[in-house]
Structure formats: structure tokens, C-alpha cells
């Protein structure tokens, strides 16, 4: 990314997206026969599909800030290795919390309210919101930091912020990844 450091984490923001949608969204009479002891009352809980996402952007976004608080303090390889660890506690919680996330079986019910031309102007707009974070001031600040980090901080460039912010959006980009797919499947 514009940081220069490789998140292979970001898979678990896309899946993150997408539970947290097939959990809120499916109907509650589904839910009896797919996770009927989910915990918190979900099994309970049926939201409209956009209060859904909204719903699970905020658990996303709380999720990434968290991580993101560690992550964007590291560099190189140490951050890189961080994200693969994000991946495999996600992973691990979402096999093995079969009560709320049905292990490795599939989730069925979730309401199907994208299609295809919709998926493309999301995608088109992920691309768009992508390149204005590249071509903004903070993204060019970001991309100095990635070329020389002391000599950003230097020039009073906050590059901790700013990973933070590349972190947070990156993550709610593809926790939206998560969700179309999720209401397109």
C-alpha cells in the first residue's frame, strides 16, 4: 500500500464485513435453524440490510482502530508478520465459534439484495476513494514515510496517524468487499 508495509491481515477485515452482515441481516426464523445459540441475543436480531452493514462497519472500524494502534506504531517485516497473526486469530475464532459463526459450515439465509451492476459501481467506487487517499496530502506523506521514515518525521509528519488512518480505511474498504459479497451470494 501506500505505506510500503504488507498486510496480509486485510482478509480478515473482509470476512469480519461479511458475518457481521449474514449475522444481522438473516431472518430470525433462519437463524433458529443455523445458529440458534448465537450469544448476545443475536439469534434474536434481524436488521434491514443497511443497518446491517452500517452495524458492521462500526464493529469493523473499532476492530481495525484496536489493531491499528499496534500496528501502525511497527515497520517492515514486524508488521508484516503482525497482520498474518490478525489473519490467523480471526480465522481461529471464526472456526472455532461455531455458535455465532457456524465453524467451517456454510452460512445460509442471508438476504440477497446485491447485484451485479451494483457490485460494479461499489467496486468503481472503492477504486475512487482508493486513488483520492493516494493522490491526497496524506497519502503523498504516507508515501514519503514508506520512502524515508526519519526524514518524514523531520518535515513533522505524523506517520503514526497516518497508518492509522491508511489502516482504518483500508479495513472498512474491505469489510464493504465483505458485505457485497455476502448480500450477492
Known amino acids: 500500500g501506500n505505506s510500503n508495509i504488507a498486510s496480509l491481515g486485510h482478509t480478515a477485515f473482509v470476512a469480519l464485513g461479511a458475518y457481521s452482515v449474514a449475522i444481522l441481516a438473516t431472518p430470525v426464523a433462519t437463524k433458529q435453524l443455523s445458529i440458534p445459540n448465537a450469544p448476545f441475543g443475536l439469534a434474536e436480531i434481524a436488521l434491514h440490510p443497511l443497518a446491517a452493514a452500517a452495524a458492521g462497519l462500526v464493529v469493523v472500524g473499532v476492530i481495525a482502530l484496536l489493531t491499528g494502534l499496534v500496528i501502525a506504531r511497527l515497520s517492515g517485516i514486524a508488521a508484516t508478520i503482525l497482520t498474518l497473526c490478525l489473519l490467523m486469530i480471526v480465522h481461529s475464532v471464526i472456526i472455532h465459534w461455531?455458535?455465532?459463526?457456524?465453524?467451517?459450515?456454510?452460512?445460509?439465509?442471508?438476504?440477497?439484495?446485491?447485484n451485479l451492476p451494483l457490485a460494479i459501481v461499489a467496486a468503481t467506487a472503492g477504486i475512487v476513494i482508493a486513488r483520492l487517499f493516494k493522490d491526497s496530502r496524506a497519502g503523498l506523506q504516507l508515501r514519503a514515510s514508506?520512502?524515508?521514515?526519519?526524514?518524514?518525521?523531520?518535515?513533522?509528519?505524523?506517520?503514526?496517524?497516518?497508518?492509522?488512518?491508511s489502516w482504518i480505511l483500508g479495513a472498512l474498504l474491505c469489510a464493504v468487499a465483505g458485505m457485497l459479497y455476502a448480500y450477492f451470494m
Open 146 to 165: 514508506a520512502e524515508n521514515l526519519l526524514a518524514a518525521r523531520a518535515f513533522g509528519v505524523n506517520v503514526v496517524r497516518l497508518r492509522l488512518a
Open 98 to 114: 461455531s455458535d455465532l459463526f457456524k465453524g467451517s459450515q456454510a452460512f445460509f439465509g442471508i438476504p440477497q439484495v446485491v
